[in-house]
C-alpha cells in the first residue's frame, strides 16, 4: 500500500500557514484528470444533456423546453470555520466555504481530501464476518472446491464479478463465474443458480452486489450443502441469510468505518482482505482499482470518504494503465486514456457494459474485462458496443412514442404524474425512457410494457418526492414491486392498468408539493468573476474527482454582461463572453439555452449560474463557464 513516490505529501510544518501543495505554485497548471475536452462534451451534450439527480441520471432529451429551473443557494456555512479555514490553508473564503459545506472544517480533513492516499483505504477486516469470509475461502483452495462467482448484471455486479473472479484465478483455478439473466432469472439469488451449482459440484457461491435480502434461496442452497459468501451493499431486511459470511457496511451490527461501498467495493475489500492474510503484494489488488471506479462512478454511490479514494486511484488507472477490456471499450468509443473523467466513465464505459446484460447477456461484459487477450478483448468490446447500439435505437424509438403519446394527450399532459403503456416496448430500456420522460415532463414516472404475461414497468422520481411510498399506497393493484424512493421496478397484471394509473395520478397529485415539481438548480456559492484566478481554478480542479455529495460546485454570478457578440452554437446552445463590471470576459457555453439569445445584448445586466471548467480547443486550455441557467 506504499503511495507512489511523486505523489508523497509535503507537510507544512507547524506554524507555516497553509498546505504546501495549495501555495508553492500559482502557475496555471490545472490537475490531468480534470480536463473536460470540448469535443467530448459537445458528442454527449448535442444529443443529451445529462444531469445528475439523486440516485438517477435524469436526460434532458433533446432540447429542454422547460429552462424555470428554482435556483437554491446552499445557506451559508458558519463564518467563523470558513475564514478560520481560508486563513490556514491560505485559500479563497469561497473555497474554504465549499470544504465547510463537504464537511471538511480542519487542516487535516483538508488534507485528506486534496491529497488522497492509498494508506486512506480502511482495513478490511475492519469489515464484519471478514475473517469467516477468508477462512472459508481459505479453506476451499486448500480442499480444492469448486467455487463459484456469482453477481448482478449491472455495471456493479459484472464489475465486482470480474474482479473477484481475475484475482482468484490467478492463485486457484477451480473457479467459475455465474450472471443471472435478466429477465429468466431477474435480480438477485436465482434458484436456477443455485441448482446449476449443485449439478456442476460447487460447494461454495462468493455473490456480489446481491444477496442480502435472499433469505430463503441461501437456506435453500443450505439443504444442498452449498456455503454463500455475501458481499452486498444494499440495505439490509429484517432477517439476514444464513451464509457463512455477510459483508455488509449497512449491517447494524458492522462496524466499518465507511458504509458507501460499491458492490465492487465490497468485493475489492474481500480480496485485499485476502491478500493481506495471504501474504501477496498490494499490486496484485490495486490493479483492480480501474474496474472499482467504473462501479463507484456508474452505480451513483457517493464519492466520498474511500470511495473518494478508490475513485482517485481508479481513475488515475483508468488513465494511465487500464485493464485490457476497459482499454478496449475507450477504444471503441473513440477515445484515448489520458484524461478521462468520472462522468466519461459514466457516458462511454457504463451503458456499454449495461447493454450486454440489457439486450443480450452480462456475461459478455465480465468475458470482455476478464480478457487478457487483446483479440478476444476486441471481439467481445465489439459484440458489446453492438449491443449499446441497439440500446440505443430502442431507447431513442421509444423515447419518441412515449412523448407522442403524452404530448397528444391533453389529459395526460396536465397531470401531476406520467404513466405510459405499450406492450411492444423492449423491457431493457424502459427504466432509461423512464429517466428521460421525468427530464422532459418534471414529475414521477412510470414506463410499462409487457412480460410473461403480465405488465412489467419502471419508475423514476423527481428530487424529494418518495415514489416507493407511492407505489405501497397502489399495492392492492401490484403483483409486486420494489425499489426506493427515486427509482422502482413493479408488475401487475394487464386489465389493472387502467385503475392503476388513475391511483398513481390521485396519489401524487394529493401529496407532492408544487415545489417538488419544479427541477431546481443547486447552487453552491456566490462568486464574483474577478475571483476566478489560476490559483483559484487549479485548487477548485483538486475538489475532484465528483459526484454524488461531491458535486462539480456550481456559483451564481450577478449582473454580468454580454461581451462581444453571443452565437448559436449547433441548434440550442449558445457561445459567448461575459464579464462584470471592471473584470476580464469569460468565455462561456450554455447548452440547450437557445432561446434566451434575443435577450442577451450589449448593456443589459442578467444573472448567470455555473461551473467552471477547462476548455480545451486546438491545444489552447481556457477556462470555461459551463451556463446552467441564466436570469434576466
Ligand atoms: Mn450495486
Known amino acids: 500500500m506504499n503511495n507512489e513516490p511523486g505523489r508523497s505529501l509535503k507537510l507544512s510544518v507547524s506554524g507555516l500557514k497553509g498546505i504546501n501543495f495549495l501555495v508553492e505554485s500559482t502557475e496555471y497548471e490545472p490537475s490531468p484528470n480534470a480536463k473536460i475536452s470540448i469535443a467530448a462534451m459537445y458528442q454527449i451534450l448535442n444529443v443529451t444533456l445529462a444531469v445528475l439527480i439523486a440516485k438517477n441520471y435524469i436526460y434532458c432529451y433533446k432540447s429542454c423546453k422547460d429552462m424555470n429551473k428554482r435556483w437554491a443557494v446552499r445557506d451559508n456555512a458558519d463564518e467563523d470555520l470558513v475564514r478560520k479555514l481560508s486563513a490556514e490553508l491560505n485559500i479563497d473564503t469561497v473555497l474554504s466555504s465549499l470544504l465547510v459545506n463537504r464537511g471538511i472544517s480542519d487542516y487535516e480533513g483538508a488534507r485528506y481530501f486534496f491529497r488522497p492516499d492509498q494508506r486512506h483505504l480502511h482495513d478490511p477486516f ?8 477468508i477462512v472459508r475461502i481459505e479453506t476451499a483452495i486448500a480442499v480444492g472446491e469448486k467455487i463459484l462467482v456469482y453477481g448482478d448484471y449491472d455495471v456493479d455486479g459484472t464489475t465486482a464479478v470480474a474482479t473477484v473472479y481475475s484475482f482468484f484465478s490467478k492463485q486457484y483455478k477451480n473457479m467459475e463465474y455465474y450472471i443471472p439473466d435478466r429477465y429468466k432469472e431477474g435480480y438477485g439469488i436465482s434458484t436456477q443458480g443455485i441448482d446449476y451449482a449443485a449439478q456442476h459440484g460447487f460447494s461454495l457461491i462468493i455473490a456480489l452486489d446481491c444477496g442480502i435480502k435472499s433469505v430463503d434461496k441461501i437456506d435453500y442452497a443450505n439443504t444442498l ?15 439476514l441469510p444464513a451464509a457463512v459470511a455477510v459483508l455488509d ?15 465492487c467495493g465490497i468485493g475489492f475489500k474481500l480480496i485485499q482482505a485476502y491478500a493481506e492474510k495471504n501474504g501477496i503484494q498490494f499490486e496484485a489488488v490495486a490493479q483492480y482499482l480501474d474496474l472499482a471506479c467504473i462501479s463507484i462512478s456508474c452505480d451513483i454511490v457517493h464519492i466520498t470518504g474511500e470511495n473518494r479514494v478508490l475513485a482517485h486511484f481508479g481513475l488515475q488507472k483508468i488513465n494511465t494503465g487500464p485493464c485490457i477490456g476497459v482499454k478496449t471499450l475507450i477504444e471503441i468509443a473513440g477515445k484515448t486514456p489520458g484524461c478521462l473523467t468520472i462522468s466519461d466513465v459514466v457516458f462511454l464505459i457504463g451503458p456499454r457494459i449495461n447493454a450486454a ?10 468475458e470482455l474485462l476478464i480478457a487478457c487477450d487483446e483479440n478476444v478483448a476486441r471481439a467481445k468490446g465489439l459484440m458489446i458496443n453492438t449491443r ?14 412515449a412523448l407522442d403519446m403524452i404530448d397528444s394527450d391533453e389529459v395526460l399532459i396536465g397531470k401531476k404524474s406520467t404513466v405510459v403503456f405499450n406492450k411492444d416496448w423492449h423491457k431493457g430500456v424502459i427504466g432509461i425512457v423512464a429517466s428521460r420522460l421525468t427530464e422532459k415532463y418534471y414529475r414521477p414516472t412510470i414506463v410499462l410494457t409487457q412480460s410473461n404475461g403480465h405488465v412489467a414497468g419502471s419508475a423514476r422520481s423527481v428530487l424529494g418526492f418518495d415514489l416507493y411510498e407511492a407505489l405501497c399506497e397502489c399495492k392492492d393493484l401490484l403483483i409486486q414491486f420494489g425499489g426506493h424512493k427515486y427509482a422502482a421496478g413493479l408488475t401487475m397484471l394487464p386489465e389493472n392498468v387502467e385503475a392503476f394509473k388513475d391511483r398513481f395520478e390521485e396519489v401524487v397529485s394529493t401529496t407532492i408539493s408544487a415545489e417538488q415539481l419544479i427541477q431546481q438548480i443547486q447552487i453552491d456559492a456566490e462568486l464574483r468573476l474577478s475571483q476566478i484566478e489560476p490559483k483559484f481554478f487549479r485548487i477548485l480542479n483538486q475538489f475532484a474527482p465528483f459526484g454524488p455529495e461531491n458535486m462539480a460546485p456550481v456559483f451564481i454570478s450577478k449582473n454580468v454582461y454580454v461581451s462581444g457578440n453571443a452565437g448559436l452554437v449547433g441548434q440550442a446552445h449558445i457561445k459567448m463572453a461575459v464579464m462584470q463590471e471592471g473584470t476580464a470576459a469569460f468565455d462561456c457555453i450554455a447548452f440547450n439555452h437557445g432561446e434566451y439569445l434575443p435577450q442577451l445584448k450589449p448593456g443589459v445586466p442578467f444573472d448567470i449560474c455555473y461551473s467552471i471548467e477547462e476548455n480545451i480547443w486546438r491545444e489552447r486550455r481556457t477556462i470555461q463557464l459551463n451556463i446552467k441557467g441564466m436570469r434576466f
Open 388 to 401: 449499446n447500439t441497439e440500446r440505443k435505437g430502442h431507447d431513442l424509438t421509444i423515447t419518441d412514442q
Open 357 to 366: 446484460g440489457r439486450i443480450d447477456d452480462a456475461k459478455h461484459a465480465v
Open 126 to 133: 475492519l469489515m464484519k464476518d471478514m475473517e469467516e469470509a
Open 249 to 263: 457496511p449497512k449491517r447494524a451490527d458492522c462496524e466499518y468505518p465507511y458504509k458507501e461501498l460499491s458492490g
Open 225 to 239: 450443502g452449498i456455503d454463500f459468501i455475501i458481499c452486498d451493499h444494499h440495505l439490509p431486511g429484517a432477517h
